[in-house]
């Protein structure tokens, strides 16, 4: 609402520097794992609403599940993106349309991926694990986690999202998508031998594959060798509106279809490696996983894929993943923009500014989450954290813009370490058992671990 004028006042704090503010103290923070501390230490200073300025605009953070609610429900706070990833991914996304257009595009994308969806693609996700596990882990004495993970989660976005398979244009995508990554959070300069022209143009490239894609499947579902549940673009391809018109114009379908590899790969393969890093020192909740898991294999044949109804019985490994999650969120936070004045908490935010929201204020709240900085998933088994309040547990956002890919997130988490800890024990290579954020958390040298075989896959 907007607030009476002279009623409501910037909120305290200092807009730091002029352009670079108070940006690089952040990244610097977030390279050194200190981001917590940096955005704790705002709020203890200036308390739950203040100012501050990051990536070239003004910007209040705010604290707390009621200001967090006010962050996630607002409608004139629309989402906003770094420049550097409005340009590589495009303006016309789910990440950057608002109101009704929003609507339309998450509805489609909904229509993947929503659950009675995915639980026909975990046989397919089941098939692309065991693969992986047989030829990059099996018979190995070590490995390095964080490259292996993220192949693996991009194997099976590419799946299911274009219905790729292994091949050579798999592997290029691969490629281009490992360069727009590096990109996204760049100063976005279009110079020569920068990350941010490198990731422009691999995202040109990209954008080329799948429209390729995109091309071959309309013709295939024309001829009735594709159904709408082939994959992503087969489906976006078959929705229509109410006058019959494609309910997404080709565009549409490439760039939200990349912008759903890029939100869904990198985020998945941290939580996989961190569980990887985490399960290493906890014998306790390791044992407790792998007896979930012989459990559940007890009852499948030789062979058998897992299916929807045994990622049903993996209560305790989903609540180990969301520990996880809580201590070590791959969304740091994000960024809102107002598009009118708005009043929180008697704080004026006006039109124009940035929001910021971080995890992190709410995951590590004593008051919220008991002994916030121990790792206990049984914190997410029994109801007491499902009895925090509302907007407190931030992993996947919340709102009308929680993430799409929540429950496809869970269920390649869920079949992943079903066959990790069935078939494997595992150490840590590195003594120092830190990581950075870059801005998204990568462990020190991408974890290597100490492998030895337990079961043959
Ligand atoms: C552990 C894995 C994942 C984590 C931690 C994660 C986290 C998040 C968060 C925090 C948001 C909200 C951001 C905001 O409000 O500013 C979000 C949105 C989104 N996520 Fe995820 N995500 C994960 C997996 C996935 C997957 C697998 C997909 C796609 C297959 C995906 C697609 C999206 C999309 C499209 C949005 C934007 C939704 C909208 O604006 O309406 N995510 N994700």
New binding site residues.
Partial sequence: KKPRPGTAKLPPGSLGLPVIGQSLSLLRAMRANTAERWVQDRVDRYGAVSKLSLFGAPTVLLAGPAANKFV?FNSALP?QQPRSAQRILGDKT??ELMGAD?RRI?GA?AEF?KPDMLRLYVGKIDGEVRRHLGERWAGRRTVTVMPLMKRLTFDI?ALL?FGLGRSPLQDALADDLARVMDGIWAVPVNLPFTAFRRSLKASARARRIIAGITRETKAKLERGEAARSSDLIACLLSLTDDTGAPLLSEDEIVDNSI??LV???D??S??MTFMVRHLAGDPDTLAAMVREHEEIAKSKGDGEALSWDDLAKMKFTWSVALET?RLV???FG??RRATQDLEFDGHLIPKGWQVFWAASLTHRDAAIFHEPDEFKPSRFENQSAAAAPPCSF?????G???????E??RI??LVTMHYLVRWFRWKLCCKEDTFARDPMPSPLHGLPIELEQKALP
Avoid: D, K, N, Y
Wanted: with cysteine.
């Fill in positions: 996630f989402s789910i990440l929003h998450r994308l991926l976005i999202l912008v759903s939100a869904g790969q985020t998945s941290i939580l999650l969120p791959p969304v994000s960024f931030l992993a996947f956002g919340a009308p813009r929680i993430c799409i890919g929540m496809f997130a390649e988490t």
